[in-house]
């Protein structure tokens, strides 16, 4: 069993800069890659990025390559997301999920086996 938190959301002026954390329980989240989720108002959940279980490789949204970085540290059972040059359009709730392999789900949400309850970002324009 694997519980995941959320947490770093909140309301921030475009142009600004927000950084995510999810922990998780268990020593299974070093064996697994990690990925992050957002779901604004009235639309579906979308992918905005992955990182392998030891961090060597990272895959990103389109929409975010370039403004965002996922990191994560092991030894805190912890993943980040660091989101610079926020846009009122990145406004949603954020969720972070872990993998069911070391690395090659990315976007495919069926490929995530567990879920966070999701944090808040909201950009004013």
């Known amino acids: 069993q694997v519980q995941l938190v959320e947490s770093g959301g909140g309301l921030v002026q475009a142009g600004g800069s927000l950084r995510l954390s999810c922990s998780a329980s268990?020593?299974?989240?070093?064996?697994?890659?990690m990925g992050w989720f957002r779901q604004a108002p009235g639309k579906e959940r979308e992918f905005v990025a992955a990182i392998s279980w030891r961090g060597g490789s990272t895959t990103y949204a389109d929409s975010v390559k370039g403004r965002f970085t996922i990191s994560r540290d092991n030894a805190k059972n912890t993943v980040y997301l660091q989101m610079n040059s926020l846009k009122p359009e990145d406004t949603a709730v954020y969720y972070c999920?872990?993998?069911?392999?070391?690395w090659g789900g990315g976007p495919k949400q069926g490929a995530y086996d567990y879920w966070g309850q999701g944090t808040q970002v909201t950009v004013s324009s």
């Open positions: 999920a872990k993998d069911t392999s070391r």
């Open positions: 268990g020593r299974a989240f070093s064996s697994y890659a």
